[in-house]
């Protein structure tokens, strides 16, 4: 039988369409500091901080401060950097290639 017209339009005005919408998904950027900031890069992040703050104490103190705590800081932001990045890219690519799945199944 069905829905009369005057109930379809009321289930209509109070539920909306019957229709999935897809998820909100995360803007890029967001996923690229997720990977720059998140979990153990962190810890490097505080790491190279520290030894940056430890150069500028011996540059303070030292007339000719050793440099291995600002190389080291350099080194630690590097690589982060690099991870971070790379992540990233692997990250999106995947993403890519999920929505390309999801492309080929029929609706």
Do not use: H
């Not at 540059?59 to 991870?83: H, R, S």
Request: glycine share 8%; hydrophobic share 40%.
């Amino acid at each position: 039988k069905g829905l009369t017209p005057e109930k379809a339009k009321e289930y209509l005005a109070r539920d909306g369409p019957n229709a999935l919408t897809p998820p909100k998904t995360t803007p890029e950027w967001i996923k690229f500091c997720k990977n720059l900031f998140g979990g153990f890069a962190m810890l490097l992040w505080i790491g190279g901080v520290l030894c940056f703050v430890a150069y500028s104490i011996q540059a303070g103190t030292f007339e000719e401060p050793p440099d291995d705590n600002l190389y080291l800081g350099c080194v630690l932001v590097a690589v982060v950097m690099v991870t971070g990045i790379f992540s990233y890219y692997q990250e999106a690519k995947s993403s890519k290639i999920m929505e390309s799945f999801k492309n080929m199944v029929p609706q």
